[in-house]
């Protein structure tokens, strides 16, 4: 996973990065954003149906092995997970296709981002931090949102504590391209649902939940049996905009199944594997590719500066 050659590119993961230890604190060891988390181990199974959308290797093969990071959204790695800020819950995969040979997907709990570049992200976030205990009014962020339609919209977009990690819907943020083995280019995005069906809690009966209510309840509920999820891609059709993380695309649009997620118990040495592991935005198999948005090349620069970061505590 080497550094974009863009150096504004790097220049700007470098100021994320710092302003993400600006809002969070720096905590060595830990991710910038989604800090306190779970791996877990499994197996990704194909669907019937996943080589009319993609060649991967993944699809082909009878099963792979996949290790799973499921993760509060804070940068803050004591966040109390009946906090409204651990929302959206974040969840990371890793396909291991070969010894030092792997494609991830990082999604989250939200369908959506708010905003379409780093650079627009840069100042959301320089807007919130500018807004604690501001006495201004309209505040810095109240001002980027009122500029930002679609900032506003992300923002609010309820964002519910779910029962269980277990059951929720995950969303991968930005388009990829999936090409077939006759050559045939979809642009879609992956939706990750869970077998047990979608439930979420009311705000008071989320504060009202112990601190470690969803990491307690994900390690007990893998321990009695397997969690599964169905991988899915929505397809998106030629009048859809694909570069822009911002735009929502219709309901109706094909849901093609890629395979089942089944995790089966939680990784051995959990907090020296987290702080290893860097998760990749950037597909870099054969038969998944990414799309133009922007914010895809940005966002492997700042897994990749943060993740050197983190293993540079070890």
């Known amino acids: 996973m080497p550094l974009p050659d863009n150096e504004k590119v790097v220049a700007l993961a470098d100021a994320l990065l710092k302003q993400f230890d600006g809002i969070f604190g720096v905590h060595p060891g830990f991710r910038p954003a989604h800090a306190k988390g779970l791996l877990l181990s499994g197996t990704f199974t194909p669907a019937a149906d996943a080589t009319f959308l993609t060649r991967a290797p993944h699809v082909k093969r009878e099963s792979t092995p996949i290790s799973l990071r499921f993760s509060n959204s804070s940068g803050i790695p004591t966040m109390p997970d009946n906090n409204p800020q651990a929302n959206p819950r974040g969840m990371a995969v890793r396909f291991h296709l070969a010894e030092r040979v792997h494609t991830d997907i990082v999604s989250h709990a939200t369908d959506g981002f708010p905003t379409r570049t780093g650079e627009e992200f840069l100042e959301f976030l320089q807007a919130a931090a500018a807004s604690e205990g501001s006495k201004e009014s309209p505040t810095p962020i109240q001002k980027f949102v009122a500029s930002h339609p679609k900032a506003l919209a992300f923002v609010q977009k309820p964002k519910p504590s779910p029962s269980s990690f277990a059951r929720e819907t995950y969303f991968g943020v930005t388009a990829m391209e999936f090409i077939n083995a006759g ?13 047990a069906g979608n439930d979420h809690l009311s705000d008071d009966a989320a504060s009202g939940k112990d601190p470690e209510f969803l990491f307690d309840e994900i390690k007990s509920r893998v321990a009695v049996g397997p969690v599964s999820f169905r991988l899915l891609v929505q397809v998106a059709e030629s009048s859809d905009v694909v570069d822009d993380a911002t735009e929502h695309w219709p309901e109706d649009r094909r849901l093609v199944e890629l395979g089942r997620l089944v995790l089966d118990g939680i990784s051995e040495d959990n907090p020296a594997q987290q702080q290893h592991i860097i998760f990749d935005p950037i597909p870099r ?22 993740g050197r970061r983190r293993r540079a505590a070890e």
Do not use: C, N, Q, T
């Open 183 to 195: 050559g045939e280019r979809k642009f879609g995005r992956y939706r990750i649902m869970p077998e």
């Open 285 to 306: 198999v054969d038969g998944i590719e990414a799309s133009p948005d922007p914010l895809l090349e940005l966002r492997a620069a700042v897994y990749l500066l943060s």
